[in-house]
Structures are given as C-alpha cells and as structure tokens.
C-alpha cells in the first residue's frame, strides 16, 4: 500500500510540472501573438499627422514670396526668394506636423511616419540636386517646373502612406509642373503661386475639415 501510494505521488510531480511548463509557454505565446497583432496594425495604419492648417500657411507664404519675386529686377534675386520661401514652407510643415502627430498621438518615428518619409525624401533630394545643377549652369528658367514635378512625386510617394487625398495633391503638383515646362519662361512665378500657393490652401482645408487639423 505505502510503495503504491509513493509511486503516484512521484508519477504525479512530472505531470504537474508539465502542467506549469505549458501554461508558462502558452502565455509567452499569447503575448508573442499579441505584439504581432500591434505591429501588424502599425504596419497597417496610415500616416495622418499631414498638416492641414500648416499647409494653408504654407500656401499664404507662397503666394507674399510669388508677390516679391515679381518685384524682382534679376532673375536670381527671384530665385532666391523662392528659395527662402522653400527654407520658411519646410520649417513650417514640419512644425505643423510635430503639432498634429502631439494631437492624434501619433509618433514621428511610428512604423507609418518612417514609410512616409522614406517615400517623400528621395524625390526632395533629386530635387534639391537637379536645382543646384541648374543654378550652377544658369538653366533658371528650367528651375520652377523642375521645383513642382520634384516636389509633386515626394508627395505622391510619401502620400501613398497617408490618406487618399495627399497622393492626389502631389498628381496636381506635377501637372503643374509638366505644364510649366511648356508655357512661355515669363509664366514661372504664377506657376509657382498657383502650385505652391492656392493648392496648398485648397489641399490643405480639405485635410483639416476631414482628417482632423
């Protein structure tokens, strides 16, 4: 009877360590499943901290920077009231976009927010390269258009990670754009007024009513 029961009882140890052994890896598979789930949905979630109001200023500074350039006498000082407007826009975008991400919470540096700007850099960097190329041979004229297809395809790429609207404006940016390159040289500043200025004021109430600022 005694050598009966000590044989159960030490039959019965392993079964309940097994039992503890399971319960502890069906835990740990749980929350691997559920932290799969969170970064899936990450993956997944658009980037919606693009500025509304921020790109109504911008806009509203495009268009005083459009009005000075005209003033202009030399095509260069033109150009480089273009370009402190371009240093002003960026400082306010991203401002504006630091603002709203705070709101929404969500991060600047989330899964959505990495995509979107590794979509919307590499096009603003061929631009700012192809720019400097055409200023350093004198091509100003060829300036403006290169500005708005360039600036149009980072929009269209980072956008394809935000909401619908945003790829839709950056599409109008480069018809902008290609349109320029085929009228007379004169028209580059109601060109640049016209993309950088009343589509971002228009694009730019359209985000803020609907997604929010």
């Given at each position: 009877m005694y050598l009966t029961l000590t044989m159960a009882k030490t039959n019965a140890m392993p079964k309940d360590d097994r039992d503890a052994g399971n319960a502890v890896n069906i835990g740990d598979r749980a929350i691997d499943n559920l932290e799969f789930i969170r970064e899936t949905m990450e993956r997944s979630t658009h980037f919606t901290a693009v500025p509304g109001y921020g790109g109504m200023l911008?806009?509203?500074?495009?268009l005083v920077a459009a009005y000075i350039a005209s003033t202009q006498i030399?095509?260069?000082?033109?150009?480089?009231?273009?370009?402190?407007?371009?240093?002003?826009?960026?400082?306010i975008g991203l401002l504006a976009m630091w603002q709203k991400s705070r709101i929404d919470g969500q991060s600047l540096v989330s899964v959505p927010a990495k995509k979107f700007?590794?979509?919307?850099?590499?096009?603003?960097?061929?631009?700012?390269?192809?720019?400097l190329g055409l200023w350093?041979?004198?091509?100003?004229?060829?300036?403006?258009?290169?500005?708005?297809?360039?600036?149009?395809?980072?929009?269209?790429?980072?956008?394809a990670f935000s909401v619908r609207i945003v790829p839709v404006m950056g599409w109008c940016f480069m018809a902008f754009g290609s349109a320029a390159f085929l009228?007379?040289?004169?028209?580059?500043?109601?060109?640049?007024?016209?993309?950088?200025?009343?589509?971002h004021i228009v694009f730019g109430a359209v985000i803020a009513r609907r997604y929010g600022g």
């Open positions: 911008m806009g509203v500074t495009a030399y095509l260069r000082d033109n150009l480089f009231t273009w370009l402190i407007e371009a240093a002003l826009g960026f400082c700007a590794l979509g919307f850099v590499p096009p603003l960097i061929v631009g700012v390269a192809v720019v350093k041979n004198e091509y100003y004229y060829a300036i403006p258009p290169v500005c708005m297809l360039c600036y149009g395809a980072a929009v269209v790429c980072g956008g009228l007379p040289t004169s028209y580059g500043n109601l060109m640049m007024a016209a993309s950088f200025g009343l589509l």
